[in-house]
């Protein structure tokens, strides 16, 4: 009798500030490999992000989750929306996952994250990462360049769902608290 196959979870950690299709690209290809997919928001103290850590992760359920009423238990069980902080492997092995996923852009995305993908070897052994690229259509994608076009009044429907476009245009047409605006 063939093994009983692993129940794979993966974790795909990042900044999400805000989604983006490239984004929900990789989750889309990752559901379909692994049996879980935890999409956890890094809290990181040091990154200026336009949206909150709660925001962010209110964003990725709206684009993900269905809304309550039309779920489909089987598949909501199966994609997580949560955040972390301090280390990554530690949190992939508190939260019983053996892979973490990252998605792969263009050739200047590869140094950094083979640092960090051996780094994380090193530190936790029995943790794989696994690179996903997204469709071609979307390997020029960042949340960074989606703001920096939106602030700047440019038409960002092509890399972000609706009501996320909608939700920067909310965020970037209010003036900036003094402080932030001296920078
Ligand atoms: P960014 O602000 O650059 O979008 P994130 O920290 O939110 O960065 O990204 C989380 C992960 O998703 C990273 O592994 C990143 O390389 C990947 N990613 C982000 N956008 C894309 C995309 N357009 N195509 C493939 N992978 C992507």
């Not at 979870?9 to 900044?15: D, E, H, M, Q, T």
């Not at 809304?67 to 949190?91: C, H, M, T, W």
């Not at 009501?163 to 932030?180: D, F, Y």
């Amino acid at each position: 009798m063939p093994p009983e196959p692993a129940h794979v979870v993966a974790i795909y950690p990042g900044s999400f500030d805000p989604v983006t299709f490239g984004h929900l690209d990789i989750i889309g290809r990752a559901t379909r490999i692994f049996d879980r997919l935890i999409v956890a928001v890094l809290q990181n103290e040091n990154k200026q992000s336009l949206f909150s850590v709660d925001e962010r992760m209110e964003m990725l359920r709206e684009v993900l989750l269905p809304p309550a009423g039309k779920q489909n238990p089987a598949e909501v069980a199966r994609i997580e929306i949560a955040s972390f902080d301090g280390l990554l492997v530690n949190y992939a092995a508190q939260r019983g996952a053996r892979v973490i996923l990252r998605g792969i852009r263009a050739i200047s995305d590869y140094e950094y994250e083979l640092q960090m993908a051996l780094m994380n070897r090193k530190l936790a052994s029995r943790i794989e990462t696994v690179f996903l690229m997204a469709e071609e259509t979307q390997s020029f994608v960042s949340s960074r360049l989606v703001k920096e076009v939106a602030r700047l009044g440019g038409d960002v429907s092509a890399f972000v769902p609706a009501s996320i476009e909608a939700r920067l245009r909310e965020r970037l047409s209010r003036p900036r608290p003094l402080r932030e605006a001296a920078r």
